[in-house]
């Protein structure tokens, strides 16, 4: 597991991602997920279903 950096990822580092997944060298990356938010969670604070 990766450490997090905790920092605000820029919007061209998310799109370095992007450039790298729709390229030729992503062959073997096959449904996984990939974190771009450097560690970040956004939390909500209202609950959407009364019941989660």
Do not use: Q, W, Y
Not at 30 to 43: F, K, Q
């Amino acid at each position: 597991m990766a450490a997090s950096i905790e920092k605000l990822v820029a919007p061209h580092e998310v799109a370095a991602v992007v450039a790298f997944l729709v390229s030729p060298l992503s062959v073997a990356i096959n449904g996984d997920p990939i974190n771009t938010g450097g560690g970040l969670r956004v939390r909500s604070t209202t609950r959407s279903c009364p019941s989660c």
